[in-house]
Nanobody
Framework: QVQLVESGGGLVQAGGSLRLSCAAS????????MGWFRQAPGKERESVAA????????FYADSVKGRFTISRDNAKNTMYLQMNSLKPEDTAVYYC???????????????????????WGQGTQVTVSS
């Protein structure tokens, strides 16, 4: 059974940093598209960042470009989201997600679409105070 478990969330002041982790179990995802999404109270889920199956390409929402960095460690079957220069508007529950299809490529716009992803974590809360 596939499980994705996020960790690393918490309360941080504006301008601070956090690193989220997404540990996968039940399957190896070293050749799968992976992504991060978030959902703030009263708002729809939005994409944050994505990583191509090879890890050679990254994709970011405009709101986080230059501040967030997505990465993966295949040996640990874990994905990360380094978040710097955090803003109060980054407050949300953050979810990791994985495409079940290995070595799948998409047009660029699709990487930040939820439809690509089949497995989702339970989320970790990030709260940024002003």
């Amino acid at each position: 059974q596939v499980q994705l478990v996020e960790s690393g969330g918490g309360l941080v002041q504006a301008g601070g940093s956090l690193r989220l982790s997404c540990a996968a179990s039940g399957r190896t995802f070293s050749s799968n598209v992976m992504g991060w999404f978030r959902q703030a109270p009263g708002k729809e889920r939005e994409s944050v960042a994505a990583l191509s199956w090879s890890g050679s390409r990254t994709f970011y929402a405009d709101s986080v470009k230059g501040r967030f960095t997505i990465s993966r460690d295949n040996a640990k079957n874990t994905m990360y989201l380094q978040m710097n220069s955090l803003k109060p508007e980054d407050t949300a529950v953050y979810y990791c997600a994985v495409d079940q299809n290995a070595r799948r490529t998409y047009i660029d716009a699709m990487y930040l679409r939820g439809a690509v992803y089949d497995y989702w974590g339970q989320g970790t809360q990030v709260t940024v105070s002003s």
